[in-house]
C-alpha cells in the first residue's frame, strides 16, 4: 500500500501532478498544501527515490490504473506462455535437415516464442541414447545466442528426449538473421540512361 497525505514520512519529495508532469521538488508541508488546494491526495509512489517521488491525484484512481496495468501483464505472461513451438530430431539426422531445423529454431526465438525441442529414439537407437543426448547438447549450443535452456535435457518416458528453450531478452539476444540478411541485402539500382551521349564513340 502507498503511503499518503499525512503517512508520508520524507521532509522533501518530488512531485508529480495527476497528468504525470513534473512540478519539482518541494517541502512535505508544501507538497501537501499544493494536494489539498487541488482537493486531492498526494501519495508516495516512488518511495526508495531520494527524495520519494509523490504524485497528486485521487487514491482511488491510482489503485485501478495499478490494478489494470497488473491483469495486463498478467495476460501477457499468460500469452506467451501459450506460444510454444514444437521442433522434432531424430539420432540421424541429415546435417541439413539438423540446420533447417536450428535455423527455425532461432526463428521462433526471435519472435519470443519458447521451443520445444524432441528427439525420438527408435527400435534399436534406445540403446545408443548418448548419441540422441548429444545431438540435442550441440542443437542447444547452437541456438544458445538467442535462447537458453530451461533445465537440462531429460528423458520423458524410455524413447523421448526433450528440451525446452526460452528467449533471451532482448537486449541480451543476437540480432535476429533475417534482419541482418535484410539489411546487407543491395539496394538495385538503375542502369544510366541511354542517350546519344553514351552511344557516340570516344575521340
Known amino acids: 500500500m502507498h503511503r499518503r497525505n499525512g503517512k508520508i514520512r520524507a521532509r522533501e519529495v518530488r512531485v508529480v501532478d ?11 508541508g508544501d507538497a501537501l ?8 491526495d498526494l501519495i508516495e509512489v516512488v518511495p526508495h527515490a531520494t527524495p520519494p ?13 495499478e490494478s489494470k496495468r497488473t491483469k495486463s501483464s498478467s495476460a501477457q505472461q499468460r500469452q ?7 521442433l522434432q530430431l531424430s539420432p540421424v539426422i541429415d546435417p541439413h535437415d539438423l540446420a533447417v531445423k536450428t535455423n527455425h529454431a532461432i526463428q521462433f526465438l526471435c519472435d519470443d516464442m519458447k521451443v520445444r525441442v524432441k ?16 545431438v540435442v547438447n550441440q542443437f542447444v549450443k547452437d541456438v544458445a545466442a538467442y535462447g537458453q535452456a530451461d533445465s ?9 528426449l526433450n528440451v525446452v528453450l526460452t528467449p533471451l531478452p532482448r537486449n541480451k539476444r543476437a540480432k535476429n538473421p533475417r534482419e541482418a540478411e ?5 539496394v538495385p539500382t538503375s542502369p544510366p540512361p541511354a542517350g546519344p551521349a553514351a552511344s557516340q564513340p570516344q575521340q
Open 33 to 40: 498544501a499544493l494536494a489539498r488546494s487541488r482537493n486531492q
Open 18 to 28: 495527476e497528468n504525470k508532469q513534473q512540478l519539482g521538488i518541494m517541502s512535505l
Open 182 to 186: 535484410q539489411a546487407q541485402s543491395p
Open 119 to 134: 528427439l525420438r529414439f527408435r527400435g534399436r537407437q534406445k540403446a545408443h541414447k548418448e548419441i540422441g543426448f548429444q
Open 152 to 160: 537440462p535435457p531429460k528423458m520423458l518416458g524410455d524413447r523421448d
Open 80 to 86: 506467451s506462455a501459450n506460444r510454444l513451438k514444437e
Open 53 to 65: 517521488v509523490c504524485r497528486i491525484g485521487e487514491y482511488g484512481k491510482l489503485l485501478y490504473e
